[in-house]
């Protein structure tokens, strides 16, 4: 290939090295395998490869309207070919009564087949030996510069016909090849461009997604390994900070799924090493209970414990709730956010350093340097995808060994991605609601049903409930999502007219004060209705309100709805969520409400959200290149994904360093992987 092709095959799709055009893998292969008859082709068949005689070559129409017709023929019948495009080729290269080998799409038109362009070469050419036809993708500044999707099926043949097996060197140990039944690399190379068969093809990609997913699954047994050799606090007792919250102060019997979660806690404290454990619970699942009495071990073992959130308001929200929770057995909670200053600020990090407090809540005013703890056991951070590692990694410079670490999230992760973006944490999972809860209608309804809506919210405050409406954030321009915000409250206050009703409303352009005073007034039941944005989104708990009402609904991603919808069905009441959108929504938005109306299950929102918008999208790590896979599919291969994390947690129990003669070719391969990776960037 000469230097200007190279050089746009390099910036269209990166493709510099033999390797990288190797693993330009076809998006899809036409099925040569098999000669079809004329009289087996039924309207839905699609590409098919005949074998017969071409007849009546002829030109009609003019100019730009110039067609070649022909007729094609077996022994089952005929069907017509048609060329609009070189047409000095088919005139000059195709003979009347000639036999030949046609491949093409099968058009039906009202009963009659035609197929358009069809591939035609003579029976015994090459490249019209059966199997199957590579397809690739290509772009349209290299299909201008001649390298169209059929050149690359050329370019990568000649490359095998150079090459021989040992250019593709196996780097999975034999036992694994033998145990999962996986076909060597070369083969598995050569197959997924030039399969023999479906079967052989299958084969093929199930050996290339499982070194993929491998690939990962090491490098992720790898940093797990890192993480638990980390030598930690021990929190042999169980005191009497805990026995007495438990049997005096508890308001409610923890679920099975919160004492299972607190016993994986108190195993992981008593191990001499570093606990790194996500809690996964789905909003409402009594996540907070379950935080407050991990730091009461902390405590019970002469430890302090800090609980980050990451915002001003979550955390007050801690600060409030958990307090309750603890001032009836004496403990001293303290808050540290931004708006903590002078002498609260300096009380404060005294109290810190001299270990008189005992529990302090707060955003990342928490990591800062001036805050020095006298003896911190363990940090709680919740909604961890809203920090980063840097983070969490400076909570444990905090005390002379890194303190245990626990992570809430209410975004239910499924399986699969937690098992890749958090693959050096442990996950517990509290899968149960406390008993009593109803659940919440959600019900979609376009624009025109506003009055209507209206009315059912004035109805619902008439109860004494409590309302949320919420705005989307278009994130593009502040100035415009303030302004739709403003727009928004106009008119919520034109249907709720202000001698009647109390209106708070919070966004993101109030400073911290302001939007803690509109807070409030909701929170304790002085205004009716709350205007937001998503700042609400995490963890705001008002139990009395119960309906929450989205407005541009479509706007929002599935995870983000149903993150919103939490914020009601707290309290003992019915509660409800309306999803108010345009009526002339896209399919897939129509999809999303009603998914979001037909379920409530977060992990079943969570899985759809990603099958619908891919991994990348949910989770914010397409930017970082993080989950871009090759052949291997998230979703799809849970499979695969879980044999592969057996098999590397296996290896590296077994051989850390990858020492042994039968994992070096491995190691070189995950070294070479290294480079490319950012999964230690992660979680
Ligand atoms: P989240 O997991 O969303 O943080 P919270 O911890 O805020 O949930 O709990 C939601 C509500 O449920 C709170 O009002 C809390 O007091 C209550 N709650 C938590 N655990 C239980 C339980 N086992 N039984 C009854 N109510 C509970
Ligand atoms: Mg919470």
């Given at each position: 290939m000469g230097p200007q092709r190279a050089e746009l095959l390099k910036k269209e799709l990166e493709i510099v090295t033999y390797e990288d055009l190797l693993n330009h893998?076809?998006?899809?292969?036409?099925?040569?395998?098999r000669i079809t008859k004329?009289?087996?082709?039924?309207?839905?068949?699609e590409y098919v490869l005949l074998s017969g005689k071409i007849v009546n070559l002829f030109e009609e129409g003019q100019g730009r309207k110039r067609r070649l017709s022909a007729t094609f023929y077996d022994e089952t019948g005929s069907i017509s070919l048609v060329w609009f495009q070189n047409l000095n080729w088919v005139t000059k290269n195709i003979e009347d009564y000639g036999q030949y080998v046609v491949f093409g799409k099968v058009t039906d038109f009202n009963g009659s087949y035609s197929i358009t362009h069809p591939e035609v070469e003579p029976p015994s050419a090459a490249g019209t030996a059966p199997g199957m036809q590579p397809v690739y993708s290509s772009t349209a500044r290299l299909t201008a510069m001649g390298i169209s999707n059929r050149s690359f099926a050329k370019l990568t043949h000649a490359l095998f016909s150079k090459i021989t097996p040992q250019a593709i060197p196996e780097i999975l140990p034999a036992s694994i090849l033998q145990e999962y039944q996986l076909m060597p690399r070369a083969t598995a190379y050569h197959q997924i461009h030039f399969p023999a068969d479906e079967l052989q093809l299958q084969r093929a990609r199930f050996r290339l997604k499982w070194e993929e997913l491998f690939i990962m699954q090491m490098q992720i047994a790898n940093l797990r390994l890192q993480h638990t050799v980390q030598p930690g606090f021990l929190f042999t007792k169980v005191g009497e900070y805990f026995n007495r919250f438990y049997n005096e102060s508890l308001p409610f019997d923890l679920t099975g799924a919160q004492k299972r979660v607190l016993r994986e806690i108190r195993t992981d404290t008593t191990t001499e090493l570093q606990m790194n454990r996500l809690v996964q619970g789905d909003?409402?699942?009594?996540?907070t209970v379950v935080a407050t009495m991990s730091m009461l071990l902390a405590l019970d073992n002469g430890f302090q414990a800090c609980l980050m959130a990451p915002t001003e308001i979550l955390a007050r929200q801690h600060y409030q709730s958990v307090s309750e929770l603890l001032e009836p057995i004496g403990i001293k909670v303290a808050i540290l956010t931004g708006?903590?200053?002078g002498k609260d600020r300096k009380a404060v990090l005294n109290g810190l350093a001299d270990g008189s407090i005992q529990i302090v809540i707060g955003t990342?005013?928490?990591?800062?340097?001036?805050v020095r703890f006298h003896n911190l056991g363990i940090a709680v951070v919740d909604e961890q995808h809203k920090f980063g590692v840097g983070q969490r990694a400076r909570l444990w410079s905090k005390n002379t060994r890194a303190p245990h670490i626990l992570v809430m999230t209410a975004t239910p992760i499924p399986r699969t991605l937690a098992m890749t973006l958090y693959g050096d944490l442990e996950v517990s999972v509290i899968d149960e609601l406390p008993p009593g809860r109803k659940p919440i209608k959600t019900i979609h309804r376009p624009d025109r049903y506003r009055a209507q809506v209206m009315g059912f919210l004035k109805e619902e405050i008439a109860k004494g409930r409590q309302v949320y409406i919420v705005y989307p954030l278009i994130e593009e321009s502040e100035k415009i999502d303030y302004e739709s915000l403003m727009a928004g409250y106009e008119q919520v206050k034109s249907w709720f007219p202000e001698h009647l009703y109390k209106i708070a409303m919070v966004h993101g352009r109030q400073d911290p004060e302001e939007r803690k005073r509109n807070m409030d007034r909701f929170v304790k039941g002085q205004a009716h209705i709350l205007v937001a944005t998503t700042v609400i989104e995490v963890g705001v708990n008002v139990p009395n309100a119960s309906v929450m009402l989205i407005e541009s609904a479509e706007r929002f991603g599935l995870s983000q709805l149903h993150q919103l919808r939490g914020r009601v069905g707290r309290g003992a009441d019915q509660s409800f969520c309306i999803l108010l959108t345009g009526s002339g929504i896209s399919k897939e938005s129509a999809e999303r409400m009603q998914i979001m109306a037909s379920s409530s299950d977060g992990f079943v929102i969570a899985e759809k959200d990603l099958e619908m918008r891919g991994p990348g999208d949910v989770y914010g790590t397409r930017q970082s290149g993080v989950l871009k896979l090759k052949v291997a599919d998230i979703v799809k291969d849970v499979q695969i994904m879980e044999q592969c994390r057996n098999a590397a947690s296996l290896i590296v129990r077994n051989d850390p360093k990858l020492l042994l003669p039968a994992h070096a070719a491995l190691r070189e391969a995950l070294r070479a992987a290294a480079g490319q990776s950012h999964w230690n960037k992660i979680s």
């Open positions: 893998f076809p998006f899809r292969y036409y099925d040569k395998t004329v009289a087996e082709i039924r309207p839905d068949t909003v409402g699942s009594g996540k708006t903590v200053k990342h005013a928490l990591i800062e340097d001036s």
